[in-house]
């Protein structure tokens, strides 16, 4: 079964809205059974051809708002960086399953931690473009894990036209899974098409990868995209029952 590159569902009524802004994609080939048994009960690794895929992801949160409420322009906008995984469940959903979240606003970060039971962690973070290139920059605080961190520079390059059905598969990704202290649960997201670019990949210094329990890549990646961003909303977790 190949990736919609477009959302299954829309969300009427959004539990959150955001926009996520020049996003970085950073993807490695890894062997499903050396991260199956970093997934929440429920889930395995999603496949494409024989192999999962562990992705970096850097990029700006931009204006976090409640439901249908307006963004909040500083405690809502923040930089990011992601170490995740991919995922399927029994019902079909597939879903990426965040194994780090390192941001640079320490109350998203509590409420995230509390609220989601999602692995937010409080960095030093910057964003910084010049011409065409974007440097990320990220140093982790707190909770725990002080060295972590990572230094990401990208060549920004053509928009692609017709990404292929790998590049669907590690960015069209509608939902997350995540566990909950009553079982785990999909939470649903609905933005337009990725606009993708190439990019290069000239600077990759980190330790993100490994402080969160993955394998540390042993090859180049396989993958590097960039994208200007997309509006997001987000809706509200689906127990997974009956798994």
């Not at 950073?26 to 929440?40: G, N």
């Not at 999962?52 to 930089?79: D, I, N, Q």
């Not at 060295?147 to 692609?160: D, M």
Request: hydrophobic residues 40%; contains cysteine.
């Amino acid at each position: 079964m190949t990736v919609s590159p477009d959302a299954p569902v829309g969300i009427r009524f959004p539990l959150l809205t955001q926009q996520w802004l020049d996003l970085t994609f950073i993807h490695w080939a890894v062997e499903p059974a050396t991260v199956a048994h970093l997934l929440p009960t429920g889930t395995v690794p999603d496949i494409h051809e024989g192999t999962t895929y562990v992705g970096l992801v850097a990029f700006r949160m931009h204006k976090v708002g409640w439901f249908r409420l307006p963004g909040v322009p500083y405690l809502g906008s923040f930089p990011e960086t992601n170490v995740r995984l991919y995922s399927v469940d029994t019902h079909g959903r597939r879903g990426v399953v965040f194994r780090s979240m390192d941001a640079a606003r320490l109350i998203p970060v509590v409420m995230g931690r509390i609220g989601f039971h999602l692995p937010y962690l409080w960095s030093r973070m910057g964003v910084r473009a010049a011409d065409d290139t974007v440097t990320y920059t990220s140093s982790r605080r707190w909770p725990g894990g002080r060295g972590a961190y990572s230094r990401v520079t990208v060549r920004t390059g053509e928009r692609i036209d017709e990404p292929t059905e790998l590049e669907h598969f590690l960015t069209a990704r509608w939902g997350m899974h995540n566990p909950l202290a009553s079982g785990a649960a999909y939470l649903p997201n609905h933005h337009p098409r990725w606009p993708l670019h190439r990019a290069e990949l000239i600077t990759c210094e980190e330790n993100l990868l490994t402080a969160a329990g993955v394998p540390a890549p042993s090859t180049a990646p396989v993958s590097v995209l960039y994208s200007p961003g997309v509006p997001v909303r987000l809706g509200r977790p689906v127990r997974l029952i009956g798994l």
